[in-house]
């Protein structure tokens, strides 16, 4: 099951994809993580999902990665008395806590917490932005507002406050329910959404306590603001285009998708470009070209992973939006553009002594006739320096921890093997050379760059890097013990 590409491929899971038969064809299609979405489905649901995920990694013998979406505080109108309403540009309209149901005058906005962060002149978004309304009068249980961009209001439709840092907690009493059932489930990495500042993340971590990583979904104004320190607690990004798309101008959210994945890869963590990828496939077969683009870009920028949404989950051509996914990143990554833009955009790590092992590598795998690098890790930290590099071999991730090696899939460029605890460097090179032969990504006339840390089992040793032979014989000649 060799990929042969770079990038990763997350296919969110739903009604369209919860046998084991859509499941087991998105993941031969190219899926190399799956997405629970905690904002739908029951918990026995997403059991049946993940219990299906991991029958169908059993059968592959190839480790699949598992991300849990938490929902996140998600604020809407209420209900209305008689059904939709239109509102018009520069008419008057109020939210407030009175539960009665709503008119063309006033509704519900059961969130108190908004009125206390609102001010004169703050703008209010309602269904995805669609309607916009600025505050004129506010107080701590109402806001008076004048419609500048009017249309149909109706039933519990999402509410956002852009360019204000709400007094909300990223996790809502629902949320942490559903962190704890991710946790207990075995899931990889849990997706925190609506992040506003670093505490949010660190909050999050503290109640998962190393069960799972944790990835920061960049989605408000604030977020984009405090990025630099929400990048420093997270273990992974993901640029959730929609609400971003939503809270700040559309044409602002390609360049900061840009400066994101930047970021992200200078701090050897994943990143994943998200949302209406290929909205599109939801009804048809094909994508638009606009959308091929758009999936190009972000490979293109260096994106650790692409993603699919309701594409996947509740769309009418999961398998297929999968396999275009999978084809457009094929065709991109053959590119010699790709190469050009991936090699020119390379930032200069040398910190540590683990930075300039990986750097060698790369180097020497680039100007030698080396056909993998094999790196050894036990938290993965390695792994992602090696993929910082964004080297033009394979990058085989070599483990003993299944908990490291599934989290590693959402690595750009990595094939992730599990391989038993070793004692000694000679041990490490016959297993890479075996698994460089297995996988097919190399035969016992090639050689591969080996890279790994002694005293082996602890984090943060990594101290040795070797260029061996792929055949056996000759390991057993030229390696000491």
């Known amino acids: 099951m060799r990929r042969h590409r770079k990038v990763k491929i997350v296919a969110t899971l739903g009604p369209s994809s919860s046998d084991f038969a859509t499941i087991r064809a998105l993941f031969e299609a190219g899926a190399d993580v799956f997405r629970l979405n905690m904002s739908h489905g029951t918990h026995d649901e997403q059991r049946a999902r993940y219990d299906i995920i991991r029958r169908v990694e059993a059968e592959s013998g190839r480790p699949i ?104 907690a990223a996790l809502s009493d629902k949320d942490r329910d559903d962190l704890e059932f991710a946790c207990q489930l075995g899931v990889d990495w849990l997706a925190l959404s609506f992040v506003q500042r670093p505490e949010d993340v660190i909050e999050a971590r503290e109640l998962a306590k190393g069960r799972a990583a944790i990835l920061s979904k960049i989605e408000k104004p604030a977020a984009v603001r405090a990025f630099p320190e929400i990048l420093k607690v997270s273990d992974g990004i993901m640029v959730a285009r929609g609400d971003l798309g939503v809270e700040l101008p559309v044409h602002s959210v390609p360049p900061i998708q840009k400066r994101l994945t930047r970021a992200c890869r200078a701090a050897a963590k994943p990143v994943i470009v998200a949302t209406q990828m290929l909205e599109s496939m939801i009804e048809s077969p094909m994508p638009t070209r606009a959308e091929v683009s758009d999936v190009a870009t972000a490979i ?112 750009w460029g990595t094939h992730c093997v599990l391989t038993p605890e070793l004692v000694r460097f000679k041990q490490a090179v016959v297993n890479a050379a075996k698994a460089a032969r297995d996988f097919g990504f190399a035969d016992e006339t090639n050689q591969i760059v080996v890279m790994a840390g002694v005293p082996f089992n602890q984090s943060g040793t990594t101290n040795i890097l070797r260029i061996a032979p792929c055949d056996e014989r000759l390991i057993y000649r030229t390696d000491p013990e």
């Open 65 to 168: 990665a598992v991300l849990a979406d938490l929902q996140g505080p998600k604020l809407r109108v209420g209900t209305f008395a008689q059904g939709p309403h239109d509102l018009h540009d520069g008419q008057s309209f109020r939210f407030d806590l009175d539960p009665a149901p709503g008119d063309t005058a006033r509704v519900q906005l059961p969130h108190p917490e908004i009125f206390a962060a609102l001010d004169a002149g703050a703008e209010l978004l309602v269904n995805d932005g669609k309607i916009r309304l600025r505050v004129e009068r506010c107080g701590p249980d109402f806001a008076d507002c004048v419609v500048t961009a009017g249309g149909p209001i109706s039933n519990r439709k999402g509410v956002n406050v852009p360019d204000v840092v709400l007094p909300l």
């Open 300 to 411: 293109y920028e260096g994106a650790d992973a692409i993603m699919l949404s309701a594409e996947s989950a509740a769309g009418s051509y999961p398998v297929e939006a999968v396999a275009t996914m999978d084809n457009v990143a094929r065709s991109v990554e053959s590119d010699p553009t790709y190469r050009e833009i991936i090699e020119s955009s390379r930032q200069a790590k040398r910190q540590t002594v683990a930075d300039a092992i990986v750097a060698a590598a790369r180097e020497i795998a680039e100007t030698t006739d080396i056909s993998a690098i094999c790196a050894f890790t036990s938290s993965g930290t390695t792994v992602s320096l090696v993929a910082r590099e964004r080297p033009r071999v394979p990058i085989i991730a070599m483990t003993a921890e299944e908990t490291t090696l599934r989290r590693l899939c959402l690595t």
